[in-house]
């Protein structure tokens, strides 16, 4: 029996994914924004862009490449 799965990350382009990892033993938060293709039996995840807070335990929005907390010190 063929089964077809049809969610919220099939055939989507700019689609963001929350991450959230250790670095050195410490939690941080970062997005990987994805292109994924439906071709039959095969999905296809295209990586299209992505970051990470460099603090640990502090938030990033979707999107975001520079805090505006650094944007100060520049």
Do not use: C, P, S
């Amino acid at each position: 029996m063929f089964y077809k799965y049809y969610g919220q990350w099939t055939n989507v382009t700019g689609r963001y994914l929350a991450l959230r990892f250790k670095l050195h033993g410490k939690t941080h938060y970062g997005w990987a924004r994805l292109n994924v293709v439906d071709r039959g039996f095969t999905l296809t995840g295209t990586l299209t862009g992505y970051a990470y807070e460099t603090i640990a335990n502090k938030a990033i929005v979707a999107g975001d490449t520079k805090g505006k907390d650094r944007d100060k010190d520049e």
